[in-house]
């Protein structure tokens, strides 16, 4: 699951929580399934993969043994008869030495004074200059930096600030996205974009692995003598930008059991992880395995047992069913969007998809966290009354997060996430098959079976829309506690779940198991109100933090 996510995973979680203690039985599942999840995770998650970094020798090992256990089972290839869909994931975009800035006849240096951001599209163009402030049009602030200039054709100049600078607290935070205001330019007739910063707003990232290009060339001129000159008067500009882009090989392993139906049921995992760490990983040493027993060998496991028991009992259903182990997720959900977008299944006969990610820890209250039930009704029906033996299941409404179920709603697919919580070992080398909780992944295999059993009596499942994320849209925040939150936590407060070594909290001494009830003068009762306090502060603020420690009452100082 990546890390840059997980924001918009607490604010789902804070919306729709069900909880249901379980009444019922599952049923039997086939015999040896403790073992058969043991040796999956144990291999996945062993030292010999080097922790599954896409494009790696060890992402290809853990690629064969899934292929592999499919064949085992008798399943036949996803991909038109095959069991691998390739796809390529972009790494780094670096500018050529032919790119090009120059104000009239004078060149500007490349990575000195100005340099292509991630929005920029490739071209060669010369034309003149327009300063357009801000770029922002704010009717309903009575404000607009375009009401009377003419960009058609124009190289537009334009500030990457705002009217009251950038930061959580501003009028204009909705105006701030950089790439929202350059294709307002863009539809407006320009030809080139460059952005300029006079306000010491954060500058655009001069390195980037994703590539988001609008149709025009965009620079960012980091030079502040060059930058004031395009900020005063109408100039005369040259520009020219060639990217190199460098990428990685990757793949998503298809399982298909084809029962010759008209609907086919989708279940993913993705097998990817962190290799030695790296981007996304919550680790400060020297570079390390990172393991990735839970997030997300655990799902992986738990996929490869739903393709043995269904594969043994495929006659018993009305609809096929299509495993897909996922590359690319910890990047961005890279392989479930590829997959989605590439039409090997239609999405309409496509009945539901169930993700698991992070299946592996199930706590000491029985917590199993279902999110997406509002993607479908029948969803909600079957969830919420038929909760399965030792288990305590929370559901949440939203159909998008950081997972791979994202990318099948974003394509009007029911889909559902099972996920048991984050932890301290999260994104660490100490994510090992040591902590896995088999006993609570055998239950949840259980509920798993249990859900896929009830959803077959259902003909078709309508697909819903949820409730529109950016009227539940997360507080916006620049600094962090450095902590882990415990997601799952449904009583008053955010409770740590993990503490990040060198970052506010543990400089604070706070730890793992602590409950913050109050940042300042703010009340933290969730995990909303937790990022609208964080997003009160900003770097380099001194505050106190209020928490409760083994039921007392504790405050620390905290400075971000």
Same mark, same amino acid.
């Given at each position: 699951?990546?890390?840059?996510?997980?924001?918009?995973?607490?604010?789902?979680?804070?919306?729709?929580?069900?909880?249901?203690?379980?009444?019922?039985?599952?049923?039997?599942?086939?015999?040896?399934?403790?073992?058969?999840?043991?040796?999956?995770?144990?291999?996945?998650?062993?030292?010999?993969?080097?922790?599954?970094?896409?494009?790696?020798?060890?992402?290809?090992?853990?690629?064969?043994?899934?292929?592999?256990?499919?064949?085992?089972? +008798?399943?036949?290839?996803?991909?038109?008869?095959?069991?691998?869909?390739?796809?390529?994931?972009?790494?780094?975009?670096?500018?050529?030495?032919?790119?090009?800035?120059?104000?009239?006849?004078?060149?500007?240096?490349?990575?000195?004074?100005?340099?292509?951001?991630?929005?920029?599209?490739?071209?060669?163009?010369?034309?003149?200059?327009?300063?357009?402030?801000?770029?922002?049009?704010?009717?309903?602030?009575?404000?607009?930096?375009?009401?009377?200039?003419?960009?058609?054709?124009?190289?537009?100049?334009?500030?990457?600030?705002?009217?009251?600078?950038?930061?959580?607290?501003?009028?204009?935070?909705?105006?701030?996205?950089?790439?929202?205001?350059?294709?307002?330019?863009?539809?407006?007739?320009?030809?080139?974009?460059?952005?300029?910063?006079?306000?010491?707003?954060?500058?655009?990232?001069?390195?980037?692995?994703?590539?988001?290009?609008?149709?025009?060339?965009?620079?960012?001129?980091?030079?502040?003598?060059?930058?004031?000159?395009?900020?005063?008067?109408?100039?005369?500009?040259?520009?020219?930008?060639?990217?190199?882009?460098?990428?990685?090989?990757?793949?998503?392993?298809?399982?298909?059991?084809?029962?010759?139906?008209?609907?086919?049921?989708?279940?993913?995992?993705?097998?990817?992880?962190?290799?030695?760490?790296?981007?996304?990983?919550?680790?400060?040493?020297?570079?390390?395995?990172?393991?990735?027993?839970?997030?997300?060998?655990?799902?992986?496991?738990?996929?490869?047992?739903?393709?043995?028991?269904?594969?043994?009992?495929?006659?018993?259903?009305?609809?096929?069913?299509?495993?897909?182990?996922?590359? +690319?997720?910890?990047?961005?959900?890279?392989?479930?969007?590829?997959?989605?977008?590439?039409?090997?299944?239609?999405?309409?006969?496509?009945?539901?998809?169930?993700?698991?990610?992070?299946?592996?820890?199930?706590?000491?209250?029985?917590?199993?966290?279902?999110? +997406?039930?509002?993607?479908?009704?029948?969803?909600?029906?079957?969830?919420?009354?038929?909760?399965?033996?030792?288990?305590?299941?929370?559901?949440?409404?939203?159909?998008? +997060?950081?997972?791979?179920?994202?990318?099948?709603?974003?394509?009007?697919?029911?889909?559902?996430?099972?996920?048991?919580?984050?932890?301290?070992?999260?994104?660490?080398?100490?994510?090992?098959?040591?902590?896995?909780?088999?006993?609570?992944?055998?239950?949840?295999?259980?509920?798993?079976?249990?859900?896929?059993?009830?959803?077959?009596?259902?003909?078709?499942?309508?697909?819903?829309?949820?409730?529109?994320?950016?009227?539940?849209?997360?507080?916006?925040?620049?600094?962090?506690?450095?902590?882990?939150?415990?997601?799952?936590?449904?009583?008053?407060?955010?409770?740590?779940?993990?503490?990040?070594?060198?970052?506010?909290?543990?400089?604070?001494?706070?730890?793992?198991?602590?409950?913050?009830?109050?940042?300042?003068?703010?009340?933290?009762?969730?995990?909303?109100?937790?990022?609208?306090?964080?997003?009160?502060?900003?770097?380099?603020?001194?505050?106190?933090?209020?928490?409760?420690?083994?039921?007392?009452?504790?405050?620390?100082?905290?400075?971000?």
């Amino acid at each position: 699951m990546p890390t840059n996510m997980y924001k918009a995973l607490s604010f789902l979680l804070v919306f729709g929580f069900y909880a249901a203690l379980a009444q019922t039985n599952c049923g039997p599942l086939e015999g040896g399934v403790e073992d058969r999840l043991s040796n999956s995770i144990e291999y996945l998650a062993s030292d010999d993969l080097q922790g599954r970094y896409p494009g790696t020798k060890g992402e290809e090992l853990a690629a064969n043994y899934i292929s592999e256990r499919f064949q085992e089972y +008798g399943l036949l290839g996803g991909a038109e008869g095959n069991f691998f869909q390739e796809f390529t994931i972009p790494i780094s975009i670096n500018p050529m030495p032919s790119c090009e800035l120059k104000i009239k006849k004078r060149a500007l240096k490349l990575n000195t004074d100005y340099y292509p951001i991630q929005y920029s599209a490739e071209g060669k163009l010369t034309g003149e200059t327009v300063f357009v402030s801000f770029g922002i049009s704010a009717p309903e602030l009575n404000y607009n930096d375009l009401s009377e200039i003419n960009v058609k054709g124009k190289i537009a100049v334009m500030d990457i600030g705002s009217p009251d600078g950038i930061h959580p607290h501003s009028k204009y935070l909705a105006y701030h996205d950089l790439k929202t205001r350059i294709q307002g330019l863009v539809k407006k007739g320009a030809v080139g974009v460059v952005l300029v910063n006079q306000n010491n707003s954060e500058a655009p990232s001069k390195s980037f692995s994703r590539w988001l290009p609008t149709k025009v060339p965009v620079l960012f001129v980091s030079n502040a003598k060059y930058a004031k000159k395009l900020s005063k008067k109408k100039r005369q500009l040259s520009m020219n930008v060639v990217l190199e882009k460098e990428e990685l090989e990757a793949k998503n392993v298809l399982g298909f059991i084809d029962n010759n139906a008209e609907y086919t049921v989708v279940i993913g995992a993705h097998y990817d992880h962190l290799g030695m760490g790296g981007d996304g990983s919550l680790y400060r040493g020297e570079p390390a395995i990172h393991n990735g027993a839970d997030d997300n060998a655990s799902g992986v496991a738990a996929l490869l047992e739903l393709a043995y028991i269904l594969s043994k009992r495929s006659s018993e259903y009305t609809t096929n069913f299509l495993f897909i182990a996922f590359s +690319g997720e910890e990047k961005g959900l890279l392989g479930s969007n590829f997959f989605a977008k590439s039409m090997l299944f239609r999405p309409e006969s496509m009945k539901y998809m169930i993700n698991m990610d992070m299946i592996g820890r199930l706590n000491d209250e029985n917590v199993l966290m279902i999110n +997406g039930v509002g993607t479908s009704r029948e969803f909600s029906r079957i969830i919420r009354t038929v909760p399965c033996a030792e288990l305590n299941v929370r559901t949440s409404e939203g159909g998008t +997060g950081p997972s791979d179920h994202t990318s099948f709603y974003n394509i009007n697919v029911p889909a559902i996430h099972f996920f048991t919580g984050a932890h301290e070992d999260y994104h660490k080398p100490s994510d090992d098959f040591e902590k896995i909780n088999f006993r609570g992944l055998v239950e949840i295999m259980k509920y798993l079976m249990y859900t896929i059993n009830s959803l077959e009596e259902v003909k078709g499942l309508e697909f819903s829309q949820t409730a529109s994320e950016e009227s539940m849209k997360a507080p916006a925040f620049t600094v962090t506690l450095g902590v882990v939150p415990d997601y799952l936590f449904d009583k008053e407060g955010m409770r740590i779940d993990g503490i990040t070594d060198g970052k506010p909290a543990s400089k604070a001494g706070l730890m793992k198991g602590d409950i913050v009830v109050r940042l300042g003068s703010i009340p933290v009762r969730d995990m909303m109100s937790y990022m609208k306090a964080l997003g009160s502060f900003k770097k380099g603020d001194k505050t106190q933090v209020e928490y409760i420690r083994n039921g007392s009452k504790a405050t620390a100082e905290i400075e971000f």
